[in-house]
């Protein structure tokens, strides 16, 4: 399979020339690997302008709404983003759960989302650690609260981003281990397996995101035999982004 390595860019840049220069970089790039899905999540201003120039890489969303058309100021349906281009949409990112999205939202939203053909990327992962445990039952519910009542079929249209909260940004206290994803994408797919078959659990690919690096990537892809990597920061420096990439063309999961 395929490694996916997501550009997750945020809330950046902040010109449309600068997005499509940097694009371009990443775009030229991933055309020449074959071991490698390319995705840029960019803001929904670029979506439609990057999807006309994408040309082997993917295009996608950081979010979406869970209706398709009506009076919703300034949302945005997954109707408007497949029409436009776009192929991937981001849900259930920390930095809108922590403006008070829900798992309930975000159920809503990856149904919608799925049923307009888009391949949902959903962001999962707890604020921190505690010595009994209850991260792993955060986790849970995440998931369990997320995918409720999806349909099976729908989850060749999944994938899950495991990205711990702490671990996130620029004042995170840096990446997890490629020991630790690989803990904690077994229980992730021990929870997919519950909420469908072991086949279907097995076949959802699993993304390790939080301060990847071109020094880190490869780890997190051969020990933590992560699918992918969804990358902040270093997604917007072309130089930074394309070691990656070059990276995981050239890793096998151990
Ligand atoms: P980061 O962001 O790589 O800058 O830590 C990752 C993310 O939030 O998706």
Not at 112 to 136: H, K, P, S, T
Not at 212 to 235: I, M, P, T, Y
């Amino acid at each position: 399979m395929k490694k996916i390595i997501v550009a997750n860019w945020k809330m950046n840049p902040t010109s449309p020339k600068e997005a499509r220069s940097i694009f371009m970089r990443i775009r030229n790039k991933g055309k020449k690997l074959r071991k490698v899905k390319t995705v840029v999540c960019a803001p929904f201003v670029y979506l439609e302008a990057l999807a006309k120039i994408a040309h082997g890489a993917s295009i996608g969303a950081q979010d979406t709404f869970w209706e398709t058309e009506g009076a919703r100021t300034g949302e945005v349906s997954p109707a408007m983003l497949k029409e436009i281009g776009a192929r991937y949409c981001i849900i259930g990112h920390s930095e809108r759960r922590a403006l008070g999205e829900t798992n309930e939202d975000i159920n809503k939203k990856i149904k919608l989302a799925i049923d307009y053909r888009l391949i949902v990327i959903l962001c999962v992962g707890e604020r921190e650690r505690d010595e009994e445990g209850a991260y792993l039952d955060f986790l849970k519910e995440e998931l369990v609260q997320g995918l409720e009542g999806l349909p099976r079929r729908y989850f060749e249209n999944l994938i899950i981003a495991y990205e711990p909260i702490w671990a996130i940004g620029e004042h995170a206290k840096g990446a997890s281990t490629p020991a630790d994803f690989l803990e904690q994408s077994i229980f992730v797919r021990k929870v997919l397996t519950e909420l469908t078959t072991r086949g279907v659990a097995m076949s959802v690919p699993i993304l390790y995101g939080g301060s990847v690096s071109e020094a880190n990537a490869e780890g997190f892809l051969r020990e933590g035999k992560a699918d992918g990597l969804l990358v902040g920061r270093a997604s917007l420096e072309p130089e930074r982004f394309n070691e990656i990439l070059d990276t995981a063309n050239r890793t096998k999961g151990a």
